[in-house]
């Protein structure tokens, strides 16, 4: 499902037009992001929880040539599943 199609389902289950339930949905996604730049953890109650993890730099390797190059420390969201979710799904 892409974003597009979870905002048409959204507005075909609902009385508000699609514009309402887009920004609704662009607004939920952006803070979503804006917590976790800050690091904050997002916890959605029967769904799950939104987090930053942090990956210390490294060494690695190049698969094309095989030479060794220092991978940068980043930081990547990380989700894990609710309860009802997990139960959902099995």
Same mark, same amino acid.
Request: no cysteine; charged share 30%.
């Given at each position: 499902m892409t974003k597009a199609d979870l905002i048409e389902s959204s507005a075909n289950k609902g009385e508000l037009p699609r514009q309402s339930i887009?920004?609704?949905?662009?607004?939920?996604?952006?803070?979503?992001?804006?917590?976790?730049?800050n690091g904050d953890k997002i916890n959605i109650s029967g769904f799950g929880t939104f987090s930053? !993890?942090? @990956?210390? /730099?490294?060494?690695?390797?190049?698969?094309?040539?095989?030479?060794?190059?220092?991978?940068? !420390?980043? @930081?990547? /969201?990380?989700?894990k599943a609710g309860?009802?979710?997990?139960e959902a799904l099995s």
């Open positions: 887009e920004e609704i949905i662009n607004g939920l996604f952006d803070d979503i992001t804006a917590a976790l730049k930053v !993890s942090h @990956r210390n /730099a490294r060494a690695g390797r190049n698969p094309k040539t095989g030479e060794t190059i220092q991978i940068a !420390s980043s @930081r990547a /969201a990380k989700f309860k009802a979710l997990k």
